[in-house]
């Protein structure tokens, strides 16, 4: 690599290094920030990503491949790390009012999420089995971190060591994946690796690496059997952590698994059964389980399960279709989502959790606006037509259908079914009884720019389904 | 499904053979290894005295006994500060190493790569001063 090399490479991955230097600066800022200055922070970590943003926008050409292959710059990574940004500027939105409650509004916890970023734009931007694993463990790593970031409280302190230990095993799982990846192929460049096997696509090494890779990324998303960890990190994790997790790094996890997945050497070695497996399983287990849960962060940690099933069966379909499915609902399910928690976090004021279900009863009769938003969100989370969510499971439905999965089809829809069961019961409990508490929710501008913006998204994607999904279906990749 | 690209490149088996053959000699250093140490270990077993009392078996068979906390396995936590920055300049030293050797290949692109790494790491390093990591507190 010469030195125009190495210019063109740093300037196909200028939003990366804009994000990093940022954190980097800011970390050494806040540690000089006087005390109850911290909206300098904020608004310092704002300005970052939107600048990395419009980085971002500026070249939508032509894919640009950097790093000698390892990295690209393509409209498929583009459109990750869109969702990325905006994950990470409505969770900054939403962190301000419930650090200060919690305590924890150190320079830190904004410089953490800055650096998550980085990783998953890496994880979205890596075309090399080495370059993933860097973008995995940078984004892993931090969220450890965030995850215990209520140091004094012991449900922090065990998700945050539950979650180190387990993701740790998967990772290494997943390195020993790559290394036999590379001891039979002689790479870990995902295009050059289906050049490299032209013998029996069957073969046992072959067949165990693939698995191998695929548990440690499946854990990443938290799909069965590897969803262990996700109910307990959270509902440990401060909210705000859980909100931006169950959105940013799962849709990171995904954009790794559409590249690894969709690459000819695992397409052709039938990976595709242990992945419509894991679909069903995983689709099951969070549907089913979701249905016994009094606290609404584990609820919304199993419906966090059974969607990532869903987007799983998109995966399976695979092709265009499949792809532009899973990349469509990656994106509804991060308005949606975002939106569900902000009104979760939005309850949390004084000694109010606002973590148990039953603390919503007769929320409606008091706030009917907030209580609309709430029935807004749980029914595109959900996939009740007029709102987004429902056009985010067709695309992938129609998606498998073409494709000629047509029983998987079939599951996918009886298991949202019961899904959809547990989002309503939570309707019900807002809207059909009188309240036994006066709420006090903590609606700051910010919150409320947040939860309109989600609003804005889950009701303008499910009014113009077609226009996003052609933006999606432009960004796949090859196309 | 899209097929296998067949017949672009070198045959599978070639390129495991070559990979297996470069990966031989780590092979042999690490058996000859195993069995350089276990032999050691099983012959002076045969040969040496053994007889175990409690002075032979403190940490300092000749010097004072071992006092403090550190006697009963459990170590100041400002330790485990300082251990934790000793990796961010072992991790530095490990790579300028092999850097240093092949400096002269990897050339001006190299040269500012490694500048990069170690701005990075000297961040954290700043941010680990300032944090008063670097200050013994009793």
Redesign the interface.
């Known amino acids: 690599?010469?030195?125009a090399?190495?210019y063109q490479s740093a300037l196909a991955s200028l939003p990366e290094i804009v994000v990093?230097t940022g954190a980097?600066i800011l970390?050494?800022l806040g540690?000089?920030v006087r005390k109850g200055r911290e909206d300098f922070l904020l608004w310092a970590s704002v300005t970052v990503v939107v600048i990395a943003a419009l980085m971002t926008l500026m070249p939508a050409g032509d894919a640009r491949s950097a790093y000698a292959g390892m990295f690209i710059a393509d409209r498929f990574s583009i459109f990750f790390k869109l969702i990325f940004y905006l994950a990470t500027v409505l969770t900054f939105l939403l962190s301000r009012k419930y650090a200060e409650i919690e305590g924890i509004g150190s320079s830190e916890y904004y410089v953490l999420l800055l650096f998550t970023l980085s990783g998953m734009m890496i994880m979205a931007s890596a075309t090399d089995l080495l370059s993933i694993y860097v973008g995995l463990e940078l984004t892993v790593l931090c969220t450890y971190v965030l995850t215990g970031f209520l140091r004094r409280e012991r449900r922090s302190n065990e998700a945050a060591l539950k979650y180190v230990i387990l993701g740790a095993v998967s990772t290494g799982i997943f390195l020993y994946g790559v290394s036999l990846v590379?001891?039979?192929?002689?790479t870990t460049q995902l295009d050059a690796m289906?050049?490299?096997?032209?013998?029996d696509?069957r073969?046992p090494g072959l067949l165990l690496a693939v698995v191998f890779i695929v548990a440690g990324l499946v854990f990443k998303v938290g799909a069965v059997p590897f969803h262990m960890w996700l109910p307990d990190v959270y509902e440990g994790a401060p909210t705000t952590i859980t909100a931006f997790m169950s959105v940013g790094p799962k849709a990171a996890g995904f954009a790794v698994i559409l590249r690894v997945f969709l690459n000819?050497?695992v397409?052709?070695s039938d990976a595709?059964i242990v992945v419509a497996v894991i679909a069903v399983a995983t689709m099951a287990l969070g549907s089913f389980v979701a249905l016994v849960q009094d606290n609404f962060k584990r609820l919304l940690a199993y419906s966090s399960i059974a969607h990532a099933g869903f987007a799983l069966f998109g995966v399976v379909a695979?092709g265009a279709e499949g792809i532009a499915s899973v990349m469509l609902y990656l994106l509804i399910y991060a308005f949606m989502n975002l939106g569900m928690f902000g009104t979760v976090i939005m309850m949390r004021s004084g000694d109010f959790s606002g973590e148990v279900i039953e603390d919503y009863t007769g929320f409606a009769k008091q706030h009917p606006a907030l209580a609309l938003l709430m029935l807004l969100y749980l029914f595109s989370l959900a996939g009740i037509p007029p709102t987004a969510g429902f056009f985010a499971k067709f695309y992938v439905l129609v998606a498998l259908v073409e494709r000629g999965y047509v029983v998987l089809a079939v599951i996918a829809v009886l298991l949202s079914a019961v899904a959809a069961y547990f989002y309503i019961r939570i309707v019900m409990l807002i809207y059909m009884h009188e309240p036994k508490r006066v709420f006090e929710p903590a609606l700051t501008p910010m919150v409320g720019a947040t939860l309109a913006i989600t609003a804005a998204g889950t009701i303008g994607i499910g009014l113009f389904p077609a226009w996003f999904l052609r933006l999606a279906q432009q960004s796949v990749f090859g196309g | 499904?899209?097929?296998?690209?067949?017949?672009?490149?070198?045959?599978?088996?070639w390129?495991?053979d070559?990979?297996?053959m470069e990966f031989l000699p780590v092979l042999f250093m690490v058996a000859g290894i195993v069995l350089v140490a276990g032999a050691t270990m099983f012959v002076s077993s045969l040969l040496r005295p053994s007889n175990p009392y409690r002075e032979k078996n403190a940490p300092y068979e000749c010097g004072m006994d071992a006092a403090g906390e550190a006697a009963g396995g459990r170590f100041r936590v400002p330790f485990f500060i300082l251990a934790i920055l000793l990796v961010v300049f072992d991790v530095e030293a490990m790579f300028l190493f092999p850097w240093a050797v092949v400096l002269k290949e990897i050339?001006?692109?190299g040269y500012?790569?490694m500048f990069v790494f170690m701005l990075?790491l000297l961040?954290g390093f700043?941010?680990a001063w300032?944090?008063g990591a670097l200050e013994w507190e009793e």
């Open positions: 690599m010469n030195a090399a190495l990093v980097c970390l050494i540690q000089l590379y001891g039979l192929t002689g289906a050049a490299a096997v032209t013998g696509p073969d000819p050497l397409a052709a595709w695979g | 499904m899209p097929p296998v690209a067949f017949g672009l490149s070198k045959p599978l088996s390129v495991a070559m990979t297996a050339g001006l692109v500012v790569e990075l961040v700043a941010y300032l944090k």
